[in-house]
């Protein structure tokens, strides 16, 4: 299986956007998916995630309220839809699916103050 993310790039704090991870490799996943993130000099932290019905989503704390999980089971994508952006939102935002230690390879989010 092949994780590709795409969907990052520079915003002003407040803004929005919207991160894609397409899953390739296989007919369908039936796996839960999430988002990762990760800063220079720290660990890789959990953003959010959910299960392949789409029936249970969770999110950090610091992204609560503000982001969105999804998914499109048809062709295999999940969505990260991050609204009221903030400088520490920068980062790398990795899509994965957590059981099967898949890892897509990032997507650089860029929040400027």
């Known amino acids: 299986v092949q994780l590709q993310a795409s969907g990052g790039g520079l915003v002003q704090a407040g803004g929005s956007l919207r991160l894609s991870c397409v899953a390739s490799?296989?007919?369908?996943?039936?796996?839960?998916m999430g988002w990762f993130r990760q800063t220079p000099g720290k660990e890789r932290e959990f953003v959010a995630a959910?299960?392949?019905?789409?029936?249970?989503?969770i999110y950090a704390d610091s992204v609560k309220g503000r982001f969105t999980i999804s998914r499109d089971n048809r062709d295999n994508t999940i969505y990260l839809q991050m609204n009221s952006l903030k400088p520490e939102d920068t980062a790398l935002y990795y899509c994965?699916?957590?059981?099967?230690?898949?890892w897509g390879q990032g997507t650089l989010v860029t929040v400027s103050s």
């Open positions: 994965a699916i957590p059981a099967n230690n898949y």
């Open positions: 490799g296989r007919p369908f996943i039936t796996a839960g």
């Open positions: 959910m299960n392949w019905r789409g029936s249970s989503k």
